[in-house]
């Protein structure tokens, strides 16, 4: 987390907090991992900086330098003064529990330091697992846990409110949680069980909001309900933490609707909460902010701003200065006209300053903030807002792509170093060139990694820019030519001939392009594309075929709709496809003018079923197909032979061979028994090892990986929400 300016200082340096390892948590519904003997690895992050939706940050009030941050899909972090980098708290999460990988909120305990609580669920659908509560008493070095019989939503609408977890400050072992679906929850040991909170008025719903923030002004709990209709109360109190009562002459109206976030002035005895007409973070449209008198019941509104014609927008986050009385700071959310800003009071609310309009943004350590333009915003999504409670000018505020921070109110940069939350969907290790390797993600496209210790220089892939990928391809026998697929607004698709430096669009594009954009391959050689397309409802439709590099297009009716076709290394007339819906392998042996059916009553039914090639070689093929195993063929498809040492397998790629090794080593995701993790094999799957071990799992990590033809042993696999991680022998 550092700052802009000459010295380019840490900003949330200070005491030194506690250094922090993950290990396993000391709870019974983690699964342990066991597994072969497996050899060391040392395992680190690919460094891209932040790219994803940080919902949270929270400064300790009584420890100078200590902070949390939480993310909605990639789990929280300490910030650690001595490193001056974030720390992530929750990659001993495993397989089983990846729905705990959304953080939905946070607490600290202001009595006891080194207290530290997150509430984590990512999604509170019928398909997903129930919520769960882990508490530290080491901020978050190790952590106990307690499953929850309710489900919680860090991934969904909502996810920027709160915090809707407190330490109640009359008692330190009581604890409060507010539920999207079913209510306000009480905690009398420190978290370890909990039950409903008797008395809160809330009536709980399965589509509703629920209790979106807690907070506390001095004695007195508050707690906001998401579920008004815009008349009735949204904001309650309570005294003795049994009677609740709605709190008298509280806002209505559209524009105080559903209360978002809320801080206390403990100097002036004022409650400042800010409103939207929508939680957020999409969807919002209008907003308000007011503050309560809580010694005389006396509402004042302080809006900034008002939004209205084309401004449409809502509020966010708000943080008062603990050393300043009527010094605060609130948040516009979804302002896309105008861009969101921070404004910025001295004065209680009378007046306000937008820091947006003096900002001077340095993105220089995370170029992709640009995406694509001359220069960055100042951010979007900003309900994540927090002034340090030790320094009144030192401010960070979370967007849906970093957290920036301040220590002048005027120069702005990426606070973000060790925190990763991208969600990554290709992975490839060229065989040459700078780049060990490049990568096709959600929401920021493809990035060329010079290095793989510092944020791609180029940032992101432009010309054109993508939001989310979905096909990067290489030559085999041509590393220099890669081609790319994505949602975008100006071209769906782009080639480079320098290995990904640099791209041009594909001078057309099938018409589905812009609205179904899949995966391509590129044949051995670079002469022939195969692109195919999937619509984001699951509709499918058939490929299409370019000889010339993408000037024109001819579909491909043999091809099995939606399937992912995969290139021969060897053989540029070769190229393969799974039928998923059949279960059969198709293959061509005219550069994907025709398809036939070759081998079929393979494991059907699983979008994620995946086909991969061995390097180097025709026809050698092997199918990843989930708790169905893994299945290999060696005559280009016409027949698979069941691998005896897996008992699932998610993804599976290839890296450098062994010394003395006849054969690419093999590294999957998926299982020789009953543990899912990271193995290699070092002689074509006839053994396996494994090479994670239970502090480093990171939930699901079954969409892609890849070894480094070039270094033995290095591997990089793609999460869900922390980023790229890549191991290596140590």
């Known amino acids: 987390m550092r700052a802009s300016g000459p010295s380019r200082r840490a900003v949330l340096s200070a005491t030194a907090a506690a250094a922090a390892v993950t290990v396993v948590p000391a709870f019974p519904a983690v699964a342990v991992a066991a597994g072969s003997a497996a050899p060391s690895y040392r395992w680190r992050q690919v460094v891209i900086g932040g790219t994803g939706f940080v919902t949270g940050v929270l400064f300790h009030p009584s420890v100078r330098g200590l902070a949390y941050a939480r ?60 919520g769960a509560v882990l508490r530290s008493e080491n901020r978050g070095a190790t952590w106990a846990r307690t499953d929850l019989a309710v489900k919680l939503g860090g991934n969904e609408d909502g996810r920027g409110t709160g915090e809707r977890l407190l330490v109640d400050p009359r008692d330190s072992d009581t604890l409060w949680l507010g539920t999207r679906h079913d209510g306000l929850l009480k905690s ?70 559903v209360p978002i976030r809320a801080a206390y002035d403990c100097h002036t005895r004022e409650l400042y909460v800010t409103y939207a007409d929508a939680p957020g973070p999409n969807g919002q449209s209008d907003g308000s902010v007011h503050k309560l008198a809580v010694a005389s019941g006396t509402w004042t509104e302080v809006t900034p701003v008002k939004p209205g014609g084309s401004d449409t927008f809502g509020y966010g986050g708000v943080s008062v200065d603990a050393r300043r009385p009527g010094t605060v700071v609130v948040s516009t959310n979804n302002r896309w006209s105008a861009v969101d800003t921070l404004y910025r009071t001295t004065n209680g609310g009378r007046t306000w300053t937008s820091l947006k309009d003096s900002a001077v943004l340095d993105v220089s350590e995370t170029p992709f903030l640009t995406f694509g ?41 990426p606070q973000i170093r060790g925190l990763e939350e991208t969600s990554v969907r290709q992975l490839i290790s060229p065989p040459t060139g700078e780049a060990h390797l490049l990568s096709g993600l959600g929401d920021i496209g493809v990035m060329y990694h010079e290095r793989l210790t510092a944020s791609p220089s180029r940032g992101m892939a ?17 590393p220099s030519y890669v081609v790319r697929t994505g949602f ?38 670079g002469s022939v594309l195969l692109w195919t397309f999937v619509h984001w409802d699951g509709t499918k439709y058939p490929a299409h075929r370019s000889t010339d590099n993408g000037a024109t297009w001819a579909a491909v009716p043999s091809f099995p709709k939606g399937a992912t ?36 009553g393979l494991p059907s039914g699983d979008t994620q079923f995946e086909l991969v090639a061995a390097p180097g070689r025709t026809g050698d093929l092997w199918l990843s197909a989930k708790a169905n195993g893994l299945r290999r063929s060696t005559d280009g498809g016409a027949s698979f032979t069941e691998v005896a040492t897996c008992s699932a397998s998610h993804t599976l790629g290839f890296g450098r061979a062994a010394d003395g090794a006849g054969y690419p080593a093999l590294y999957m995701v998926g299982s020789t028994g009953t543990i899912t993790a990271v193995y290699r094999s070092d002689d074509e799957a006839a053994s396996w090892v494994r090479i994670n071990d239970d502090r480093h799992q990171w939930g699901w990590t079954g969409e892609t990986i890849t070894g480094d033809p070039r270094v033995y042993g290095r591997v990089y696999i793609a999460t869900n929400g922390r980023g790229i991680q890549y191991g290596e022998p140590a």
């Open 462 to 478: 432009s010309n054109p820019v993508f939001g989310t990928a979905t096909g990067l391809a290489q030559a085999a026998a041509k």
């Open 565 to 600: 076709p995969v290139a021969d290394p060897a053989d540029p007339a070769r190229f393969y496809a799974y039928d998923t819906d059949t279960g059969t392998l198709y293959a061509s042996t005219d550069s994907g003018l025709t398809f036939t059916a070759r081998a079929s």
């Open 71 to 130: 993310t909605d899909i990639g789990g929280a972090y300490r910030w650690d003064d001595r490193s001056a980098r974030w720390i992530p708290l929750n990659d001993d999460l495993g397989w089983d529990d990846w729905n705990l990988l959304g953080v939905e909120a946070m607490a600290v305990d202001p009595a006891h330091p080194d207290r530290v609580y997150l509430a984590l669920g990512t999604y509170a659908q019928p398909w997903a697992g129930n």
């Open 188 to 257: 009398t040991d420190r978290g370890a069980t909990w039950a409903a909170a008797s008395g809160f008025p809330g009536t709980p719903s399965g589509s509703g909001q629920g209790v979106t923030l807690l907070v506390a002004a001095g004695r007195v709990l508050y707690a906001g309900w998401g579920d008004s209709d815009g008349t009735s109360a949204n904001l309650y109190r309570t005294s003795d933490g049994t009677t609740w009562e709605a709190v008298p002459g509280q806002p209505s109206g559209t524009n105080a609707k």
């Open 373 to 413: 333009a001359d220069a960055p915003k100042f951010g979007w999504w900003i309900q994540a807002l927090a002034v340090d409670p030790y320094d009144s000018r030192h401010i960070v505020y979370g967007t849906g792509a970093t957290l920036y921070g301040t220590r002048d109110l005027e120069h702005w940069a």
């Open 488 to 525: 975008g607004d100006h071209g769906n698709g782009a080639f480079s001939h320098d290995g990904g430096r640099t791209w041009e669009p594909f001078a057309t594009q099938p018409d589905l392009a812009k609205d179904a954009p899949g995966p391509i391959a590129v044949n051995s050689d």
